[in-house]
């Protein structure tokens, strides 16, 4: 009875606070969000990087130190996604230990060592080494990113400003693809390196999140972060007490209490959006996209990355203009249902034009896709193929390239949501190694347009799955969202 009392004190009080938020100075919030932004910005220039730098080490003489194969160059794409694994428990140990601020700052060490490394590179250990470094780099980035904006941001601009750090990773793809395009692998691993010492030097005076400060008992950093954050006109011991009336539920969780509403209901949603975003075929449509370029006569494939990258950047630049006025469940289900229906045209185009016979070795794969390249039918409809690729990917940075990280930031209770960001960041980056060095295999078993149907299949689900299972957060304030999975 005492508990369901406080609950609607508390939540009565962030309603009426949440409405004198309407006077608060956004610029610094802004400002705040926008330098931690340059961690995924680093974190997607080291995705890029391996895209660009290949084409570069694949070429070299192959009697170079620095040569790599082709199944050489698939591990040093892949081996970012091994160290992001290690980094993701590592990043939920750091933000409830260290705080959010410390976490993000902690990252520049790993992703200048890798970078360094990468640069000055003798033999192909020190090009893995120096990937796998930039991956402990990026796993942590990844998770204490999100959870930095969500605890410093007003309800009503979490979702335009938590899509912020997806658009800073496409942003960093993005980069990662022009400058590849200007300059040596070398350099464009130094130039890999300015990012995280701007976010070094620029992260310095930017506050600590309240919450993490209160959760700490120094309640007098928790307010002097809310008067900087927020300014003096609004009534910043009313948000400290909508913090603090949770406080006694944020004990260090128990085992047992995974299977608490609380912490169970929002872990489920986190991973099932996290394993939906990874099987929806984002990976499979940029692995084949310069392909499918060069098909209708666009051959060089750093300017088709590029491309790509430019429509993603677009797709996520509206995401932050909808998430808060649509709302985040929305959104990811109607673009589940349009990746379907993308992917499913993916595979007709390629039932098509590859026999069934000839589709099935993935190393065959490519010079398949040469050879129709000059077949007059293939052009002719090549336009579908293309067609499909952009929208895919449009339609992905819309929703299921940001949302799956702003609501992990979001539904977790304070006490579980360094461990549980940290479960669910270490699951996306394991399927996302999975699917990267599945893939081959999965054309083997089922051809090119067969895993094409699959991921269509798994956006079917995913669409299934938020439809069913998700609340919409748009709005609510993290204590609000708390107490939605307390009761």
């Known amino acids: 009875m005492v508990d369901a009392e406080l609950d609607n004190e508390y939540t009565s009080r962030s309603v009426q606070s949440e409405r004198m938020s309407g006077k608060d100075r956004v610029g610094r919030t802004i400002l705040a969000t926008f330098i931690a932004a340059l961690g995924p910005l680093s974190f997607g220039y080291c995705l890029g990087y391996s895209s660009s730098a290949l084409e570069d080490l694949e070429n070299a003489n192959a009697s170079s130190s620095v040569h790599l194969t082709v199944d050489q160059g698939s591990w040093f794409a892949s081996l970012v996604t091994v160290g992001a694994v290690f980094g993701s428990p590592v990043g939920g140990w750091a933000i409830d230990k260290l705080g959010r601020k410390s976490t993000i700052m902690f990252c520049v060490v790993p992703f200048e060592l890798g970078w360094l490394l990468i640069s000055y590179a003798q033999n192909r250990t020190m090009l893995y080494a120096g990937r796998v470094i930039t991956g402990l780099a990026c796993g942590t980035i990844s998770l204490a990113v999100p959870v930095y904006i969500a605890e410093i941001v007003a309800a009503r601009l979490r979702g335009m400003l938590g899509s912020v750090n997806q658009l800073a990773v496409t942003v960093g793809l993005l980069l990662a693809y022009v400058v590849g395009v200007l300059c040596h692998w070398r350099w464009l691993a130094l130039i890999g390196a300015i990012p995280p010492a701007l976010l070094l030097i620029l992260m310095f005076s930017m ?281």
């Not at 991973?271 to 666009?298: D, K, P, S, T, W």
């Not at 129709?372 to 940075?397: G, Q, Y």
């Not at 960001?421 to 699917?435: D, E, G, K, Q, R």
Request: proline residues 5%; aromatic residues 12%.
């Open 207 to 487: 506050p600590e999140t309240p919450r993490w400060s209160l959760g700490k008992n120094r309640r007098s950093a928790a307010l002097k972060s809310l008067l900087w954050l927020r300014g003096p006109d609004v009534d910043i011991e009313e948000e400290c007490f909508t913090i603090e009336a949770t406080l006694d539920r944020h004990e260090r969780p128990q085992l047992r209490d995974v299977l608490s509403p609380v912490i169970a209901k929002p872990l489920i949603i986190s991973l099932g959006l996290m394993v939906f975003q990874q099987f929806c075929g984002i990976n499979a449509v940029l692995f084949n996209a310069a392909h499918i370029f060069a098909i209708a006569g666009f051959s060089n494939g750093k300017l088709v990355t590029i491309a790509v990258g430019l429509v993603q950047f677009v797709g996520t630049a509206i995401a932050c203009l909808l998430m808060d006025r649509v709302g985040r469940r929305i959104l990811l289900w109607t673009t589940a249902l349009g990746m379907c229906v993308s992917l499913l045209g993916l595979g007709v185009y390629f039932e098509i034009y590859i026999p069934p016979k000839d589709a099935g070795s993935a190393s065959d794969t490519v010079s398949l896709l040469g050879s129709i390249s000059h077949s007059v039918p293939a052009k002719t409809i090549s336009w579908l193929s293309i067609l499909c690729i952009i929208l895919f990917n449009l339609i992905f940075a819309l929703a299921w390239g940001p949302v799956p990280w702003l609501v992990m930031s979001e539904i977790f209770p304070l006490r579980a949501r360094g461990p549980a960001s940290s479960f669910a960041t270490m699951v996306n980056w394991t399927l996302a190694f999975v699917v990267t060095k599945t893939y081959d295999s999965m054309v083997t078993a089922f051809t090119i347009q067969g895993v094409y149907w699959f991921y269509a299949g798994c956006c079917l689900l995913g669409f299934i799955f938020v439809y069913l299972l998700m609340p919409e957060t748009k709005g609510k304030t993290l204590e609000e969202i708390e107490a939605l999975f307390d009761n």
